[in-house]
Structures are given as C-alpha cells and as structure tokens.
C-alpha cells in the first residue's frame, strides 16, 4: 500500500485554484526531496529550460511545482500554472470528450465510424474502411498507419482541411481490428467527429464542456491568444533555440495546452474522486472503460479509450499517457488502485519527465520502489540485433503498387535469401534497405526513394517500409518520414521539419528468385548430385576443379541433377558447356516448364543438332524448334533457356535457336532423362565441362 505522505507536509505558498503550489516544505521528511533534487540537478546539467511537476494522492493534489524558465528570453519562471504543450496526452483528454457524448447517446463506441464522418470516408482494400469501428479508431487497431504533419508558421505549407486529410490519409492499411499501430491521424478523425456531432468547433467543444466543468482554467486547444493571462511554456530545440509555433492536421491527437496542476485535475476525474469543485463529466462506469485494454500493444500492456495500460509496472497496474514532438516531453500516470496520479511536463527533449514520473512512484510506493530498483540492478545483457533471414516465403522479387492521393507508384523490391533488401520506386535507382528487421509479423526497414507528391516534396525525408504476408501478397503502408538538421554539419538539410505521411501498399511475388543466383559455386558440387537410375548407372566421373563441373563419358550417359527449389515458370537458366571429347550433346538441359518438363539439346544426333525435346511427342531433331551448331572441340557455348507465361526461348552465344509460344503445345522429356529432373545437365557418349551456372527472374515483355 502507499505511504500517506500527504498529511504530513506543510507549505508556505499559497493555494492555486483548488490545489497546492508547493516550491518549498517545512518538514524534513518530505517524500519528494530526492525528487527535487533530481530535478534541479539534471536542468542544471542537461541545460534543461523548465520543469512543471504534480502529484495526486487520495483525492488532494499533495504536490506541485515548477522549476527553471518556462520563457528563457522573458526570463519567465515556470509554475504549475504554466501552460505546456502536451503533445499526445492531448489523446486521453479528446477521448474524454468523445465519452461524453457517448454519455449523452450521441454515438456508441462501436458504431461505424464512417457512419459519423462526412464525404471524406475511411477507405481501404475490399471496403475495409466502412467496417472501422470509432471504438478501433480511438485504440488504434483501426488499420490506419503511422501519420503525423507539423506545419511550421515560418513555412508557407498549408494546414489541410480534416476532410482533405481523411481523403488523402485516411486508407486503412490492415484490417479494422487485427494490428495495434499508433495513428495520430485516428484522433484528428475523432476530434472532427465531436465537432460534427456538438455542431460545435472541437476547440469551443472541450473548453465548455470538459476544460470548464473540470475547472482546468489554463487548458485550451492550441496556445490561447495573446491577450490570455496564462503564462506559456516556449518549445525549444536541443541546441536550446526556440521553435517557431507550429499546427498540426490531427488536433485531437497533439494540439492541447495545460498546466500540471491542470492535469492533476484531469487526473482526479479520471481517478473516480473529482475535487468538490469539479463537474462529473459522465459516469464512473464510463471513467472506468475507457482504462480497459482493448487493443493489445505486447503481452503485458495494452490501449483503451485514450489510455496505455501495463498491468504490472514494478508490480501496479498503470493507465498512462506520454507526449512526444519538437520541444516537448510529458508524460501522465495514475495508479488507480493507490490513487496516485504524477504529471511531468518539459518543454525540450528529455526523458526527464519520464525519470520524474517514476522516481515519484518509488518514493511513495515503497514494494514499487523494491521492484524498480531489483530491476535497476540486473545486469541488462546488450543483445545485438538480431540478424534478418528471411523464410522462404519472403524471399523473391516482389513487384505492385504504392496507392497515394496523387495517383499509383509502381514499386519493386528484391528479398535475397540473406537478408539483403533492395527496393525500387518507380523508374529510379535501386536503393538498399537498412535497418531491416521482422517483428510482430511484419517486415520493416528504410530506403532512400521518392514518392513525387507535394506533401512529401515540402522536405527531404526517408521512406520506411512496413509490409506484412498476407495470403500471397506483402501488404502494408510506406511511410514517408522527413529529416531535418541535428547539427551545423548537416546546414543542407531543413531546421525544422516533421511529418509522415504513409501510403497503402501490395505487392505480388513475380518470382522467388531475388536476382541472378549462383547454382554452382565453382568449388563444390553443392546441390549437384549426380544421377545413377537407368542410362546414368554406368556414368562417368564426376568432379570439380578450377571452377568447372567435369562430366566423364558415360555408357552412354552422364548427368547430374539439382537437389534444391526451384521456380516452374518466368525464369532463365544459363551456363557454360563445351564438349572434351566424343561426338554427341555435351549439354542436355532439363529444366521444368509449368507442370511438366523438357530438355534443351545442344550437339545432339551426330554432333550438331540443337532443339527442345520434346515438344507434341516430337524430339529436337523433328519438331519446330530442330537447329544446327557446328561444334567445336573444347570451346565453350553460352547458354540460356527462358521459360515465361507463354513463350520459351533459347540462345547460344547471344543467338537465338528457339522462339515459341508455348500455348497449347504439350512439353515432355524422354524417359531416360527423368533422372535430370527437376533440373539437370546431361552428356551422351560424351565428355562434357560445365561452367558458371545461374538462375534469375524473367518475365513476359
């Protein structure tokens, strides 16, 4: 159980709308020493602007100060007044509001989303997006992807429209209830759903009906203008630069300024213990839904109705929020079982609200504090990444389409068996894959590629993958994340910039093989074995040396076969063959063809024939595609076959021998030759050297 430190602590400034403004105690037993000390400390060391900090226990507001300046160039102190940007603790208090209208039977959590929206609809693959319920949009297992925009009042980028935003970004990218994938974009449909159903701007929705009743007198949705009385926190950059304002097309998700002691009452609703001069917004059993996992994010959290619940953080379950954006970090935490609630606000990057929060719980939580500092001890073994192997089923070369609210990208990417990614946006360069990794059943890794549309045009920016198997398809989103500068090195890139912007992607696999594969090393037979059934018993010796495969002159045939997968269609073969000795094929070439087989003859029927056997039950010296190849002794051939969707072709040294479309004709091999399949070179009453033997893609043109 808590330590009631409350009681015990006795403050010299005065009270602040309901609360305590602490910034100094009488008692040397004040839990939170340490915590200031902390705090004082590492804005000391870390060049940090301003801390705010407030702590609920058992329905009072037990603590809350500010440290450093909120202003560094007014030289403004921060207080718990002061008015920070909250960056996505704006979710739970938009999610509040949609409860209330849940409360007044204005929507139900589980009706359609669409059913509530406007022209612009969620879309998605086979009418996904109608069936997104408002409840998955508001735990983010709607199927909509990563998104953010940032529009800077020092660029000349507009803001969108939310409906414009829905109709560009609005495309589900997995099915509405499968996949936890945080969205912002999910909260900006949900606050222009309390706006159409309050008939109400969002922003005058939440001031008069949850700011005002709540009595969180210095929160407003967006920064209040400047004739306001409240002190605003100014973000800064880590160079300790301030950033120039910013808005966003997702208010609902990160648009909300509050003070701590503001969030202290949030926290106190949400808590079930309202102060005597708060409004009850709904009923508790509502309070007590939106804390409930409905969305798994791993085995021991979850999200609920604007909430991120761990059901066991150091042995408490704990309904959180963080914030994170350019010049903010917060984060809000209640332990609703010992009524404890912390808010840490900082307007810079830092994880030092993060610290705060949990040294705060430590202190008053002595079996939490056991259990975080058991774990602080554990010597954490620094595991290297774990390398990328793909499964056969991945590995392939996969083409399709990146659908954008400008029009389809065509895109390529190439999955070697080795974990080697490259990808391809339309006709530019091939671009390789870092930081690839499959993780909860998705593929993911970043690229440099361009998308050609003027939201990603705006700044220079990476694109990451996230594609997952589906049936035999790879779909998922490609999001475009800019970058902008960290350093007086990188001066070529933009100050400020911030989005991302995802886009709907399925790819089909055109082949398994990723490229040019090597099926002989030039050292060891590999995946060659030779043949021994039927004419192959009394073959002859087999061996490697100096990159070459020797075929000994059998009586009457030598041959090996390949042990290993292989496509049956849209592939090519080719290979190096020259005839030793003797005076028959030195290259017989078995090789599948959709269901069945045949064998390419080079040098066969006296020494010179070339043709596919068989072909309608005719051999390559009596069917359409019989040649002739003066063969020389110990030179070597050049030789490929091509097998597509309808056509097989053939070459030697660059000329063709056989051209068909294979239609209705009926492919086959002769019975001796069965040893060779499903692929197999072969020599008759011949001696035979075999050399650089590969494997790629091929397509119809």
């Excluded at 159980?1 to 602040?16: G, Q, T």
């Excluded at 509040?96 to 209208?101: H, I």
């Excluded at 922003?203 to 920064?223: D, I, R």
Aim: aromatic share 10%; net charge negative; with cysteine.
């Amino acid at each position: 159980m808590a330590l009631r430190f409350c009681f015990l602590l006795a403050f010299f400034s005065v009270p602040l709308n309901g609360g305590l403004n602490m910034n100094s105690t009488s008692r040397a037993d004040d839990p939170f020493d340490d915590v200031r000390s902390m705090i004082r400390e590492a804005i000391k060391n870390e060049n940090l602007p301003s801390l705010t900090v407030a702590v609920v226990q058992d329905g009072k507001i037990c603590w809350q100060e500010g440290f450093g300046l909120a202003d560094r160039e007014k030289n403004i102190e921060a207080t718990p007044d002061t008015m920070y940007s909250l960056a996505s603790i704006s979710k739970p208090i938009t999610a509040t509001g949609l409860m209330l209208l849940v409360s007044q039977q204005k929507l139900n959590l589980d009706d359609r989303t669409n059913d509530h929206l406007g022209d612009a609809k969620l879309t998605g693959p086979a009418d996904q997006g109608g069936e997104a319920t408002i409840r998955q949009v508001a735990n983010h297992s709607s199927g909509l992807p990563l998104h953010y925009q940032f529009f800077y009042e020092d660029q000349s980028h507009p803001v969108p429209d939310r409906d414009e935003s829905i109709r560009r970004y609005g495309v589900l990218v997995t099915p509405p209830g499968e996949v936890y994938q945080y969205a912002n974009l999910g909260y900006g449909i949900l606050d222009h759903i309390i706006h159409r159903k309050s008939d109400m701007s969002y922003a005058e929705f939440m001031h008069q009906h949850v700011f005002s009743p709540l009595g969180m007198k210095n929160t407003s949705v967006h920064a209040p203008d400047n004739g306001t009385k409240s002190e605003l926190a100014v973000r800064y950059d880590p160079s300790g630069q301030p950033i120039p304002y910013y808005l966003f097309d997702h208010d609902g998700a990160s648009a909300i300024y509050s003070s701590a002691h503001d969030l202290a009452r949030f926290a106190l609703f949400h808590m079930n213990s309202p102060l005597d001069d708060q409004q009850a917004l709904f009923e508790d059993t509502l309070v007590d839904a939106m804390q409930v996992p409905t969305a798994a994010i791993d085995a021991d959290s979850g999200y609920g109705i604007g909430w991120r619940i761990d059901e066991s953080q150091h042995g408490y379950r704990v309904v959180s929020h963080t914030g994170g954006m350019p010049g903010v970090r917060t984060k809000l935490a209640m332990i609703p079982s010992e009524k404890i609630a912390v808010i840490a606000l900082t307007n810079t990057r830092s994880d030092l609200p993060f610290r705060v929060v949990s040294e705060i719980f430590a202190a008053l939580l002595p079996d939490y504090a056991k259990a975080k500092r058991r774990a602080e001890r554990r010597d954490p073994v620094e595991q290297p990444p774990a390398q990328f192997t793909p499964g056969k089923e991945l590995t392939g070369f996969w083409q399709g389409e990146v659908f954008t609210h400008e029009g389809v990208r065509q895109m390529s990417l190439w999955i070697q068996p080795d974990g080697d990614i490259h990808a391809q946006l339309g006709t530019r360069l091939k671009a390789l894959v870092n930081d690839v990794r499959f993780q909860q059943g998705f593929l993911w890794g970043r690229f440099e590629g361009n998308l050609d549309t003027a939201d990603t045009d705006r700044a220079p920016y990476h694109v990451h993958l996230r594609l997952r198997l589906e049936e035999k398809n790879l779909a998922g989103n490609l999001s475009a994340i800019s970058i902008s500068r960290s350093g007086p090195e990188e001066d070529h890139l933009p100050e400020h910039s911030h989005y991302a912007v995802s886009h709907r992607v399925s790819l089909q696999r055109r082949s398994p093989l990723a490229g040019s594969t090597l099926l002989f090393d030039g050292r060891q037979m590999g995946s060659w074995k030779a043949a021994e059934k039927f004419d192959f018993k009394s073959h002859g010796e087999i061996k490697v040396q100096e990159g070459v495969i020797s075929l000994g002159q059998g009586s009457p045939a030598t041959g090996i076969h390949f042990n290993g997968e292989l496509p049956r269609t849209d592939y090519e073969i080719s290979l190096d063959a020259r005839r030793t000795d003797g005076s028959d094929f030195f290259c017989g070439l078995t090789f599948p063809i959709g269901t069945t087989y045949c064998s390419f003859i080079v040098g066969g029927w006296g020494g010179g024939v070339v043709g596919m056997s068989n072909i309608n039950n005719m051999s390559a010296v009596e069917n359409e595609t019989t040649g002739y190849l003066e063969v020389k002794q110990n030179q070597w051939y050049h030789i490929r076959v091509r097998v597509t969707g309808s056509r097989l072709q053939a070459w030697i040294d660059g000329e063709p021998m056989v051209d068909m479309k294979t239609g209705d004709n009926k492919f086959s091999i002769w019975w001796e030759q069965e040893p060779m399949r499903p692929l197999g070179i072969a020599s008759w009453n011949t001696s035979a050297e075999l050399r650089n033997i590969r494997i790629t893609y091929a397509f119809d043109n």
